[in-house]
Structure formats: structure tokens, C-alpha cells
């Protein structure tokens, strides 16, 4: 699962290098490393609430 979680977030980092996806917040292609914050929060969750 956190495998999956961090290849979408490398997608969606290297999508809007390419093309920005134009949400608040991300309008210009610089605005890439502002998913960063949101993946590692994602992947600290996800580690979190796994089952040992």
C-alpha cells in the first residue's frame, strides 16, 4: 500500500512538472514540491495505522 501511495504521488509530482494540474495551489510547473508535504504525511499514515 505504501508502495502504490508513493508511486501515485511521484506520478502526480512528475505530471506537473509536465502539464500543471491547475488546482489552488498548484498552477505554475514550480509548484511541484508541494505535493512533497502531502506524500510524506501519506506515507507516515499509512505506516502508522499498518498492522505489525
Known amino acids: 500500500m505504501a508502495k502504490l501511495i508513493s508511486l501515485l504521488l511521484i ?5 506537473q512538472i509536465i502539464r500543471p494540474l491547475g488546482l489552488p ?4 510547473r514550480m509548484d511541484f ?3 512533497a508535504p502531502f506524500a510524506l504525511a501519506m506515507m507516515v ?4 495505522i499498518r498492522p505489525s
Open 25 to 28: 495551489g498548484l498552477k505554475k
Open 45 to 48: 499514515l499509512v505506516l502508522m
Open 11 to 15: 506520478a502526480a509530482m512528475a505530471v
Open 33 to 35: 514540491w508541494k505535493i
